[in-house]
């Protein structure tokens, strides 16, 4: 199983800033597989970012996805109100189970 | 626009089954290309992924759960299916359903249940 450590666990900034986010796996992904959510209180995961960089229908252009191998990364620049959420990555392997990070919570500074 | 409904009991006694339905709407689950599936959410945890069926009944289950879990589809009802059993009080969690999109380049989950919580207990 692919482990995927998300880094840092809270993150507090201001609107406004910029804010980055780390996604790790215990072994390679490939691009095509990682993929990135949002959650807010009370609501399902919704869809950002899917092949590590491709944005998912209707998400700003705010929210950029980078990274390969083993490491990827959120970046999500001049934040809105509404950005202030928990934040996962996943992985899909064709052998392997399908795992998430644990998450980053984006918090308000 | 595709709709995922989760339903079930909220409340199951420990050593039963845990037994939820997700009924498809705006979609069906026949249309090839994607895994219908089960993740669920630990309370004030993160996600989990719990399995997945294709719509030819091919199923793909979490090693952690295999031996409790099973999912099933109905396609001439377009819903699909989660039974977890024995279910325990670690099985206490909010339970959604979603659509993964299985294609070249593009592996992820686009649509998901409001979720349902689900708690073990006597």
């Known amino acids: 199983e692919i482990v995927l450590t998300q880094s840092p666990g809270t993150l507090s900034l201001s609107p406004g800033e910029r804010a980055t986010l780390s996604c790790r796996a215990s072994q390679s992904v490939s691009s095509s597989f990682l993929a990135w959510y949002q959650q807010k209180p009370g609501q399902a995961p919704r869809l950002l970012i899917y092949?590590?960089?491709t944005r998912a229908t209707g998400i700003p252009d705010r929210f950029t996805g980078s990274g390969s191998g083993a490491d990827f990364t959120l970046t999500i620049n001049s934040l809105e109100p509404e950005d202030f959420a928990v934040y996962y990555c996943?992985?899909?392997?064709?052998?392997?189970?399908?795992?998430f990070g644990q998450g980053t919570r984006l918090e308000i500074k | 626009q595709v709709q995922l409904q989760e339903s079930g009991p909220g409340l199951v006694k420990p050593s039963q089954t845990l037994s939820l339905t997700c009924t498809v709407s705006?979609?069906?689950?026949?249309?090839?290309?994607?895994?219908w599936s089960w993740i669920r959410q630990h309370p004030g945890k993160g996600l989990e992924w719990i399995g997945y069926?294709?719509?030819?009944?091919?199923?793909s289950y979490n090693p952690s759960l295999k031996s409790r879990l099973s999912i099933s589809a109905d396609t001439s009802k377009n819903q699909f299916s989660l039974n977890l059993s024995p279910a325990t009080a670690a099985d206490t969690a909010v339970y959604y359903c979603?659509?993964?999109?299985?294609?070249?380049?593009?592996?992820?989950?686009?649509?998901w249940g409001q979720g349902t919580l689900v708690t073990v207990s006597s």
């Open positions: 069926i294709y719509y030819t009944g091919s199923t």
């Open positions: 705006g979609g069906s689950i026949k249309s090839g290309g994607y895994y």
């Open positions: 979603g659509r993964f999109v299985w294609s070249p380049n593009k592996y992820y989950f686009d649509f």
């Open positions: 996943q992985q899909y392997g064709s052998s392997q189970p399908i795992t």
């Open positions: 092949g590590a960089s």
